[in-house]
């Protein structure tokens, strides 16, 4: 797999606790678009967006299906989002966010979690752009871009990465995108979301440490506040 996935895949769940955390990511996902609109992803964009940038990733139907009916009754949770940005080990880059209800707690268990595998806060965010990002399967790379450019779209950049195209486009194209995409045939996503793309990766070769660095990131996953993790590193 290309370097994209690559590091997509090393955050994936490799353990219970990963597991729990992401189920728990989604679920105040769902929560946070149900209730700023109506519970059906047909009709609400918003959810429609939490519902593919999950897809890929296993989170079972009822996690949502929980969440929405929560955001239909009783009292509205307050979640608060927050972003952290960190030196890693061996140079590393590392942005956090998290949305939570208690903002204390996640910046503590974030930061201890960074300084205890070597880490330290810093202004990394100038090393990295926000994209929209559009995963699915496919050979057809001339035939996607040719129809990005020509539905007017802010491209950044279409590769073919084995059986996958991935497109990237800018964060205000991101909905036009997935609606010229829609018109080649394309709605299954392995992943469609609004990501933090680093300029550059480097590459960790000394196996200890780069072992440290896969800790922390199975660490970060694990804390249920965290929401995403964006690096610069090429597993």
Do not use: C, W
């Not at 590393?92 to 880490?119: C, F, H, M, Q, W």
């Not at 020509?150 to 486009?169: H, I, K, N, P």
């Not at 300029?199 to 440290?212: A, L, M, P, Q, S």
């Amino acid at each position: 797999m290309g370097r994209h996935h690559e590091v997509r895949a090393a955050a994936m769940a490799r353990t219970g606790k990963i597991k729990s955390a992401l189920y728990a990511r989604a679920s105040r996902e769902a929560y946070l678009a149900a209730r700023t609109g109506t519970p059906d992803p047909k009709t609400n964009l918003a959810l429609r967006a939490v519902y593919e940038k999950y897809r890929g990733k296993s989170v079972p139907r009822d996690v949502f299906d929980r969440a929405i009916k929560k955001a239909q009754g009783g009292d509205a949770e307050v979640f608060i989002p927050g972003r952290y940005e960190f030196f890693g080990p061996a140079g590393s880059y590392l942005i956090v966010d998290t949305l939570t209800d208690n903002p204390n707690r996640a910046l503590v268990e974030v930061k201890t979690a960074v300084v205890r595998k070597g880490g330290h806060p810093g202004s990394v965010a100038f090393n990295f752009e926000e994209k929209g990002v559009l995963v699915f399967k496919g050979n057809n790379r001339d035939e996607v871009e040719e129809a990005l450019i020509l539905g007017d779209v802010d491209v950044l950049s279409v590769e073919q990465d084995e059986d996958l195209v991935v497109v990237y486009v800018s964060p205000s194209a991101f909905a036009q995108a997935k609606e010229v995409l829609s018109s080649l045939g394309i709605s299954e996503y392995e992943e469609a979301e609004i990501s933090m793309i680093p300029n550059e990766y480097i590459t960790i070769d000394d196996e200890e440490v780069k072992g440290k660095f896969e800790d922390l990131i199975d660490t970060l996953d694990e804390l249920e506040d965290v929401q995403n993790v964006y690096h610069n590193v090429d597993l």
